[in-house]
């Protein structure tokens, strides 16, 4: 029997849009392979074994009578999916990220696995970048794998991978998923009308219920979200900008202040997004707010870690001037969500997972598809990783910021990483509605560095 989509990652074909494509992103910069980037290429040639769905792709049911099934490609060409790329000199960091908006904006071709790595060189202090793109369908659990995860290793030294032959096997044609598809209707009758339900009507109720939806946002769901620049017609070109923190700088923040990192790190977003609102003009009284989806991994009722990550509503407190303040009141705010969903710990989180950022940024965005935009104003995610240094063919990873997709009408999201003694922040923005995203990023930056100097 094939391997069916099931209906969350099924939806996530049927409302993406061209308008907004759902691949999450990621770009990691590395000081140059002593190889050149062949080495990395190669690389992923000889791990492509170690996800297997990265040579598989999705063949739909005609007529809908079931979910889609995964399938290898038995026209799979690695050379497609890895591409090389180079900037002009200087190789700036603005020119980077130019090519990672225009990269970003390009939705995934459906008709190949639904992921895409570009190598760059070219970079300005003998670096090399590598750009991913992976469909949020890709990733169903907390165990899952993605392919820059399994590029990364603890040591520089770390030995070859011994090659693995592959052969794809047949996929089925159309007679062979009809005739599957009834076979299944015969032993539950009731497969066809979920497939529909979920495929056509119901999938937002659906992906709201499979995404853990906690009492705290049936509570905000009453009332909509505040009206602000951010949410607007979304247009089809992004702008992707980053901004970087010391996490030592952060910890004493915390130490000083209270709180968790990740309270610190919203408190930072928070007093981010007032000073950009109030360069926009736009009116801040003490009542502004800007209510953002805010991803959690949780662990199950035994205690013990497990593949769920919840959605939870957070009013961010634009309005309040003193970040003190703002900070003590998204701890009070975050304390209930930890409370409510048992959230898994930062140390729990990187022990269970490795280092997989594209992974956990894909499940915040899974836990955020289908619930309507109405009911909140941005995604941020936050996701830890491991405090040191990780290698790519022997190469030094230095940075890594997270690209999590936008839903419609929605002009900004926000991931957020740790790793290595450093925060990275990735901002991706519509480029019509908030094309000064810069500004954000640079603005990110000053209110680490003023609630430093208040925390000393």
């Known amino acids: 029997m094939v391997e ?7 939806s996530f074909l049927y409302l993406e849009e061209r308008d907004t494509p759902m691949h999450v992103g990621g770009v990691l910069l590395l000081e140059a392979p002593r190889e050149g980037v062949s080495a990395i290429e190669s690389l992923v040639t000889a791990r492509l074994a170690l996800v297997p769905r990265y040579r598989q792709r999705v063949l739909e049911v005609p007529g809908h009578l079931a979910n889609p099934v995964w399938a290898d490609d038995p026209d799979f060409d690695v050379d497609y999916h890895v591409r090389r790329s180079a900037l002009p ?25 639904l992921w895409e790595l570009y190598l760059v060189e070219g970079l300005s202090g003998d670096r090399v970048a590598v750009i991913t793109k992976t469909h949020p369908a890709l990733v169903d659990g907390l165990s899952a794998i993605d392919i820059g995860q399994v590029l990364l290793d603890v040591a520089p030294d770390a030995p070859p991978p011994a090659a693995e032959p592959w052969t794809p096997q047949r996929p089925p044609g159309t007679p062979e998923l009809v005739a599957q598809a009834l076979e299944e209707y015969l032993r539950r009758p009731s497969a066809v009308i979920d497939t529909v339900r979920s495929a056509v009507t119901d999938v937002r109720a659906n992906a709201a219920r499979l995404a853990g939806v906690g009492r705290e946002l049936l509570r905000s769901a009453v009332f909509p979200a505040p ?87 957070v009013d961010l407190p634009v309005g309040e001037a003193n970040p003190g303040v703002r900070l003590a009141r998204l701890g009070y705010a975050m304390r209930g969500v930890a409370q409510e969903g048992r959230s898994v710990g930062a140390d729990r989180l990187i022990a269970l997972t490795g280092f997989a950022p594209s992974t956990m940024h894909a499940l915040g965005v899974r836990a955020a598809r289908g619930l309507s935009r109405r009911l909140f104003n941005l995604v941020i995610t936050n996701v830890p990783g491991p405090q040191v240094p990780l290698y790519a063919a022997g190469a030094r990873m230095l940075e890594v910021f997270p690209v999590v997709p936008l839903a ?18 990735g901002l991706n923005a519509d480029r019509d509605g908030v094309g ?9 930056e000053q209110e680490v560095a003023e609630l430093v100097r208040t925390s000393w």
């Open 4 to 10: 069916r989509l099931t209906a969350l990652d099924a």
């Open 227 to 313: 009206h602000t620049p951010l949410n607007a017609t979304t247009g089809r070109q992004r702008r992707v900008a980053v901004a970087r923190a010391d996490l030592d700088e952060v910890k004493k923040i915390r130490t000083v202040h209270g709180g968790t990192v990740n309270d610190v790190l919203l408190t930072v977003v928070t007093g981010a997004l007032r000073e950009w609102l109030l360069s926009r003009g736009e009116p801040v009284v003490g009542s502004t707010s800007v209510r953002a989806l805010v991803p959690v991994a949780l662990q199950d009722a035994d205690a013990s870690p497990g593949g769920r990550v919840a959605s939870f509503l």
């Open 436 to 444: 000064d995203v810069d500004v954000l990023a640079d603005l990110i």
């Open 408 to 425: 419609r009408g929605q002009g900004l999201s926000i991931g957020i990483t740790s790793y290595d003694g450093s925060v990275f922040v």
């Open 89 to 113: 000199r200087p190789g700036t960091e603005a020119q980077l990220l130019e090519l990672v908006s225009r990269l970003m904006s390009r939705p995934l071709d459906r008709g190949r696995p």
